[in-house]
């Protein structure tokens, strides 16, 4: 455990934020279930606090850091692609209907290579955001009905309850990839997918002051080394 937590120190920094301007679970059930995982080493313990932030610092990188996908010779993130892509869509569609003969099929071509190429640049992000939720996935899996049930809570008091978080909460055992790659067909979908996901492992980490305290504990041990 100090290992840990002295990794987390040296990488990734620790900033003593207590999350209180998060949402806050509002259901009897759902505040049942807190009190059942929170603090419990096989659940919501200090290194499982340590890994939500892990993964939170990742998925931000993969939605915002520049530099990450690569696209036409340059880098972009997820958040630039999403942007490129509708660019994209916007223009084929404004634009294809003043164009005929071989203007248009040149027009037509140009689009197709250009939709390849993002096509390629999607699968690498999400593969990227696959190995990188991996970990939770895994770790979830003995607690996943309850934690279903957070996500649903969390995407109830954000009005975010068209979320694909939800249908990925609730897939099959050694189903989640093909689900994922299923449903994020678009930057616009992965996008947004990121962004819920980001805003759960928040209110995940917000609603379970025990396990924070657990790992505040094991960043002020880690420090003394």
Not at 28 to 46: E, F, N
Not at 195 to 220: G, H, R
């Amino acid at each position: 455990m100090k290992k840990f937590a002295l990794v987390f120190v040296v990488a990734f920094g620790f900033s003593g934020h207590t999350y209180t301007e998060k949402i806050i679970f509002e259901s009897q059930d759902v505040k049942d279930i807190v009190h059942l995982i929170d603090g419990k080493s096989y659940a919501m313990g200090g290194n499982m606090i340590g890994l939500l932030l892990k993964i939170r610092q990742q998925l931000k990188g993969i939605l915002f850091d520049k530099e990450n996908f690569p696209f036409n010779g340059k880098l972009f993130s997820v958040r630039e692609l999403t942007k490129l892509e509708v660019a994209i869509e916007k223009r084929y569609h404004e634009n294809k209907q003043e164009l005929s003969g071989r203007a248009l099929k040149k027009f037509e071509k140009e689009y197709q290579k250009t939709k390849k190429e993002l096509q390629k640049t999607l699968s690498i992000a999400q593969d990227n955001l696959i190995e990188v939720t991996t970990p939770f996935i895994e770790r979830i899996r003995n607690v996943k009905d309850h934690m279903l049930l957070l996500i649903e809570e969390s995407c109830l008091l954000r009005g975010r309850m068209d979320s694909f978080t939800l249908e990925w909460g609730s897939t099959a055992e050694g189903e989640e990839v093909e689900a994922f790659k299923e449903k994020t067909v678009s930057f616009q979908k992965l996008d947004l997918f990121c962004l819920d996901l980001i805003n759960f492992l928040e209110d995940l980490i917000n609603n379970c002051p025990k396990a924070w305290k657990q790992f505040t504990e094991m960043m002020a041990e880690a420090r003394k080394q």
